[in-house]
């Protein structure tokens, strides 16, 4: 079935450095993609998303662009900030009409270090 | 973006009982939640999905007639935990969609659910 793998953390860095965290996916058909963040003690909150190839989501300075070809959505940030620090969850709804339930990677867990 | 309110975000209780945690979309109609358990480090695990109206479906390994769960209305879903033990202990995230076409689904602030 569809499915996403995400690299896995954890993550340490420090301020200012460049983010990236991996995730691929399986999919049948024409999923939509989303990142996801889970601060401490907290439910998910989205951060961004994408719904066709090509299509680049953006939030906060985070960027993830979906690519059919490598079928990947990678997530990036230019200079992280301590305030990023968290739980980071990608995720696909399988395509079509027939929307089912969202499938998500295992998580990264990024702390960032002043 | 659309909310999705979850009550309550700590529960503790004794091993026997039974405890009910809520889900409600606040500005928009929930044709479909999904109710999520999350194991400590690990992602989410998907527990059952329900439908307004009608009755919920289970993932495969999730006891029904422990995880009771009631869709009523396009704005509350609930979640009973049954004769809870310790090994119930964990964190419960309910998410919301609306019909049609969106993909989107919204998520509650999670239960943190001990059981002593």
């Known amino acids: 079935g569809d499915s996403v793998t995400q690299m896995e953390g954890p993550v340490t860095l420090s301020e200012e450095a460049f983010l990236t965290i991996n995730c691929t996916y399986t999919?049948?058909?024409?999923?939509?993609l989303f990142w996801y963040v889970q601060y401490p003690g907290e439910g998910l909150q989205l951060l961004l998303k994408?719904?066709?190839?090509?299509d680049k989501g953006s939030n906060k300075g985070f960027e993830a662009t979906y690519r059919k070809e490598t079928t990947s959505f990678h997530l990036e940030k230019g200079s992280v900030q301590v305030s990023d620090s968290a739980v980071y969850f990608c995720?696909?709804?399988?395509?079509?009409?027939?929307?089912?339930?969202?499938?998500f990677g295992a998580g990264t867990r990024l702390t960032v270090k002043p | 973006g659309a909310v999705v309110s979850q009550h309550p975000s700590r529960v503790i209780c004794k091993s026997g009982t039974s405890v009910k945690i809520e889900c409600r979309s606040l500005?928009?109609?929930?044709?479909?939640m999904f109710w999520y358990r999350q194991f400590p480090k690990k992602s989410l695990m998907l527990m059952a999905t329900?439908?307004?109206?009608?009755?919920?479906?289970?993932e495969q390994g999730v006891e029904k007639d422990k995880f009771l769960i009631n869709h009523a209305s396009l704005t509350l879903s609930t979640l009973t935990v049954t004769s809870a033990h310790p090994e119930d202990s964990s964190f419960y995230i309910c998410?919301?969609?609306?019909?049609?076409?969106?993909?989107?689904?919204?998520f509650g602030q999670g239960t943190r659910l001990t059981v002593v």
């Open positions: 994408a719904t066709k190839a090509d």
């Open positions: 998410s919301a969609r609306g019909g049609g076409l969106s993909t989107e689904a919204f």
């Open positions: 995720a696909l709804t399988p395509g079509g009409v027939n929307n089912n339930d969202m499938r």
């Open positions: 329900s439908n307004e109206g009608s009755k919920a479906t289970y």
């Open positions: 999919a049948t058909g024409y999923p939509s």
């Open positions: 500005d928009f109609q929930a044709t479909t």
